[in-house]
């Protein structure tokens, strides 16, 4: 069992003990987003290191923890692009998507620029109460939102949506399929959200029914990945298939297909099936197969 670390956040721990920003011997590392796109100065900087930025008006309540190595804490803060040309007029700046991220900064900063770009859109969904009406306030550093009418203050937490992503396998083939709404030749695992009545085993049984028509067996959970761009925590497992005889869902699947290792290297090399990106679990589980 093992967990993938890109866009999780691997020190969590020790949090709640340091949060009180501008402690002795403690330093801080903000980074910033404007309009879903995080800001990057130069080539690879996002992070700009807190004494840089004496002249920044930004509210402490605005402030989302986003991490902790050694004595730093990371945080970040969502600025209008108005701010941001006033805030650095000295420096040139790039505004840059989550995906293109990853191919700048390392693996422990995709993860917390995947927490900041997540919590802001996580806010801007939420800005009422959803009891009462009232405006949400958000708890700075303890990345919760508080409903500020007195006689409320109802809590709402981040949310995630389970999704299992299933590596099916028969002998020594797995199933690969592709979405009618994906690229062209783009093939992954099936995948589906987990229903409020399911356990996740569940969800696995099911979905391969309700796209593929498999009656799956043998479930094994193999490792997650929390997808920031879709607010998933995606769990990969592994199952089993008896028959390969397939019954595609054609309102969701537009094909798919039992490969070996052999014919999926060929099929990759022609170009006839191009895989998920590294970064994504569907990758990762269909790396463990190739390995195993
Ligand atoms: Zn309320």
């Not at 020594?172 to 062209?184: D, E, F, G, S, Y």
């Not at 761009?229 to 089993?240: I, K, P, R, W, Y």
């Not at 699947?253 to 679990?281: F, N, Q």
């Amino acid at each position: 069992m093992r967990n993938l670390h890109l866009f999780s956040i691997k020190n969590k721990i020790d949090f709640e003990n340091n949060l009180n920003i501008l402690k002795p011997n403690q330093y801080y590392e903000c980074a910033f987003i404007c309009n879903n796109k995080i800001i990057f100065f130069e080539k690879k900087i996002c992070f700009i290191k807190f004494k840089d930025l004496r002249h920044l008006t930004i509210k402490k309540e605005n402030l989302n923890f986003l991490g902790k190595k050694g004595n730093t804490l990371f945080i970040g803060a969502s600025i209008s692009l108005k701010k941001l040309k006033k805030l650095f007029k000295d420096r040139l700046f790039s505004l840059v998507s989550l995906r293109d991220c990853i191919s700048l900064v390392n693996n422990e900063q995709v993860s917390y620029l995947s927490s900041l770009f997540y919590l802001e859109k996580w806010k801007n969904e939420n800005k009422f109460c959803s009891k009462c009406g009232t405006r949400n306030k958000f708890k700075h550093l303890k990345n919760f939102l508080e409903c500020s009418n007195k006689s409320c203050l109802k809590k709402i937490f981040p949310k995630l949506d389970p999704t299992v992503i299933i590596l099916i396998k028969n002998n020594n083939k797995i199933l690969l399929a592709r979405n009618k709404n994906w690229k062209q030749n783009l093939y992954s695992c099936i995948a589906g959200f987990c229903e409020p009545n399911e356990s996740l085993e569940q969800t696995v049984i099911r979905e391969a029914y309700e796209e593929v028509g498999l009656k799956l067996k043998n479930i094994n959970y193999l490792f997650s990945q929390f997808w920031p761009f879709a607010n998933n925590l995606m769990v990969g497992f592994e199952a089993m298939s008896s028959s390969v005889k397939l019954k595609i869902n054609k309102s969701e699947i537009e094909d798919a297909i039992w490969v070996t290792r052999k014919e999926l290297l060929s099929l990759k090399s022609k170009k006839k099936i191009i895989l998920p990106k590294k970064y994504a679990i569907a990758h990762s589980l269909i790396a463990h197969w190739q390995k195993s």
